[in-house]
Every structure is written in structure tokens, then in C-alpha cells.
């Protein structure tokens, strides 16, 4: 029986649309200092990782078009010490607010994410802190994603079963693959630039797909809970619009 439903940070709870389109052009811009590099390669190699299942979609752009091991570590650095200095501000995802409202209902909502404590402050300042049941964030932890022993300690400490939990998250190789390893049911979104990543193995296939956070209902929930993996999408949308018209 379903009691905890576990969020992934970005893509789920924050939207990373701008961070994307922040990367994408930082990256260009120091690829730029090598070869000429434009902004739609930048895309394309972005493209490439997540059908590649690649951890961190920037370096993998960075390691394909910058080869001596010197200037790509360096350029890493430049990265990253350029991104901390943007100070880019969270932005909740469409529908947050009302996904917390109803699963809360009914389920204990908690955090599955690699983000640090910064995320707890800002659900605090959007007062979204209320809905949740267990708020840890990555740096206690030693293991992270795709890990799924990060996955274990969070719920050992939430005091939850991996069978009684759902996770959502919006990336097949972080958040559904290790999800099924431990037998948590689970729901992937089609968000960002991961929408379009693919199960390769049975293993990597998540219970349910949605576009939304929308589309999370207290009773999407109670049919998974029931049904369990390889949930048949198109009969639960065809009982789904006939509930609607009645």
C-alpha cells in the first residue's frame, strides 16, 4: 500500500528551463575558445548525451569538442566557478502547488533529490515547506543518483518502505532505473532535456508516464498502487476520459 510519495528536485519540484538555456550558452561560449562551436551544436551534442544516458549532459559537451584532458578540465572549472557566480534563482514547476495541496492529502510527500539545503530554503519562502514530510537533501549523504542505496538511506531514515513509496522524477537513468531496482513504484514526467530519453532494458521502464505534474492524481496513484509495473497508460486514460464525461 502506497504511504510516501517522493519528489525529484529539478523537473519536478523546480523548473530548469532557464538553468538549460544558462548552461547552453556558457558552454558555448567556452567552447568558442578552442573551435568555432555555435549554440545549435550545443543542442545537438546535448541531444546526444541523454540518448547516450550520459550522468551530466554539460561535460559530456564539454569532453566531446574539447579533447586535451588539460584544457577540458580547466574548462570545467571555468564552468563551474562562472555558474555559482550567476546565483540563478529557483522557479517552482507549473502545478507544484497543487500536486503538494492533493497528494498531501492522502500520502506523505518527501524530497529525492541531489540539490543541497538552498532547495529547503526556497520551498520555505514559497511556504510549500507545509507539505512535506521528510525534507533531507543531498550533502548528508555520501552516495547520490543513480545509486539506488542513496535511495534506501533516504527512505531508511524517512522510516519508509521502498514498496510503500512512489517516486516522481523526470529522468529514466536517476529516478526510475534506480526506483525499480529497490521495487518503488514510480512515475516519470516528460519534462526538460531529458524528455525524450528512452527505457533501453526492461529494468529502466517506469509504471507510468505523464507530460504534467497535472496529470498526478490521488487516483493515478491508487491505480498504480494497484497495478503496479507495466500499468496498461492507454486503458487508464480511456476509464479516465469516460469518468469525466459521465
Not at 558555448?28 to 541531444?47: L, Q, S, V
Not at 518502505?161 to 516522481?168: A, H, L, R, V
Request: hydrophobic content about 35%.
Amino acid at each position: 500500500m502506497i504511504e510516501a510519495i517522493f519528489l525529484d528536485a529539478g523537473g519536478v519540484i523546480l523548473d530548469e528551463s532557464s538553468f538549460d538555456i544558462a548552461k547552453a550558452e556558457i558552454i558555448t561560449n567556452i567552447i568558442n575558445k578552442n573551435k568555432d562551436y555555435n549554440i545549435n551544436e550545443y543542442w545537438n551534442d546535448t541531444n546526444e548525451a541523454v540518448f547516450r544516458f550520459v550522468s551530466s549532459t554539460y561535460e559530456y559537451v564539454l569532453y566531446k569538442n574539447i579533447k586535451n584532458h588539460e584544457k577540458c578540465k580547466n574548462a570545467l572549472i571555468e564552468f563551474k566557478t562562472i555558474w555559482k557566480e550567476l546565483k540563478m534563482e529557483y522557479k517552482p514547476m507549473i502545478g507544484l502547488e497543487d500536486l503538494l495541496k492533493s497528494l498531501s492529502k492522502n500520502y506523505k510527500i518527501g524530497i529525492l533529490g541531489q540539490y543541497d539545503a538552498s532547495l529547503v530554503e526556497f520551498l520555505k519562502i514559497q511556504k510549500l515547506d507545509v507539505y512535506f514530510s521528510f525534507m533531507e537533501t543531498q550533502e548528508k549523504y555520501e552516495t547520490t543518483k543513480p545509486d539506488p542505496r542513496y535511495y534506501l538511506e533516504i527512505l531508511k531514515n524517512a522510516n519508509m518502505k521502498p514498496e510503500n513509496c512512489i517516486m516522481i522524477g523526470d529522468r529514466i537513468d536517476k529516478d526510475i532505473y534506480p526506483a525499480n531496482v529497490i521495487n518503488m513504484k514510480n512515475i516519470r514526467i516528460k519534462t526538460g532535456i531529458h524528455k525524450n530519453q528512452e527505457p533501453r532494458i526492461f529494468i529502466e521502464i517506469p509504471n507510468y508516464t505523464v507530460e504534467s505534474l497535472s496529470e498526478i492524481t490521488n487516483e493515478l496513484i491508487e491505480e498504480i498502487d494497484k497495478n503496479g509495473f507495466n500499468l496498461d497508460q492507454n486503458l487508464w486514460k480511456r476509464k479516465n476520459l469516460t469518468t469525466a464525461s459521465t
